[in-house]
């Protein structure tokens, strides 16, 4: 069965810094994405990969940056956390357009 | 971008049919159409995807009409465990960038 794993379900952070949310996909997916959910808003895509060492930017990429140095891992960076990017982050992959996605379960990240 | 309409909820009675209608006025010639299915705490998972008249498989069925600027996910049968909301996908490709839009969800309850 297919699998994207996020690293941690639950964080909380200070305002201020670092924050990497790692996700890793075992299927040799070539696109992988970063959503945020938030209630009442859906989600919202922040930054997609369709390939190694390439991104794009999503809908709201703004306070985020992302890294994909191998294939199979697709990390989201908060450079410094502020209170607004309290939310639930979902990582997914895809094997390649117009197929389906596969979601990871979240990350439920709260920045005090 | 093709930007995507659902009702916010709906309630419905186990047992019965449940038919939720998206619509994408702009979709373009190449875009898929695709729905997901979300509980509470974990990531969307695929349903189905379609590109024109009818798709089903052993959850759902998709039905797309010839102008393709609507589509309708139909459950059939459903039971309290279908409760969940549902998020209608239109995926866009323009050279390298694709641009993701999920609409707003449905809120699907159901009732016993």
């Known amino acids: 069965d297919v699998k994207v794993t996020q690293s941690s379900r639950y964080l909380v952070k200070r305002t201020g810094e670092k924050v990497f949310l790692e996700c890793v996909q075992d299927m040799d997916h070539e696109n992988m994405f970063w959503y945020r959910q938030d209630p009442g808003l859906g989600l919202r895509l922040i930054y997609f990969?369709?390939?190694?060492?390439?991104?794009e930017k999503g809908d709201i990429p703004e306070g985020y940056s992302v890294s994909r140095e191998k294939k199979e891992r697709f990390s989201l960076i908060l450079e410094s956390a502020s209170t607004n990017q309290t939310s639930m982050y979902l990582c997914?992959?895809?094997?390649?357009?117009?197929?389906?996605?596969?979601f990871g379960s979240g990350t439920r990240l709260t920045v005090v | 971008l093709a930007k995507t309409t659902q009702p916010i909820s709906m309630d419905s009675y186990e047992g019965q049919e449940v038919n939720i209608t998206c619509s994408h006025n702009n979709i373009a010639t190449n875009d898929y159409i695709t729905w997901y299915q979300q509980f509470p705490s974990q990531g969307p998972r695929f349903i189905i995807q379609g590109y024109k008249t009818k798709v089903t498989n052993e959850v759902a069925s998709l039905f797309i009409p010839a102008d393709r600027k609507s589509s309708t996910l139909s459950l059939p049968r459903v039971s309290l465990s279908d409760t969940a909301v549902y998020y209608c996908?239109?995926?866009?490709?323009?050279?390298?960038?694709?641009?993701?839009?999920f609409g707003s969800g449905t809120q699907l309850t159901v009732l016993p």
């Open positions: 997914a992959s895809q094997e390649a357009t117009n197929y389906g996605y596969t």
């Open positions: 990969s369709y390939d190694v060492k390439m991104k």
């Open positions: 996908l239109v995926e866009q490709s323009s050279g390298s960038a694709r641009q993701l839009t």
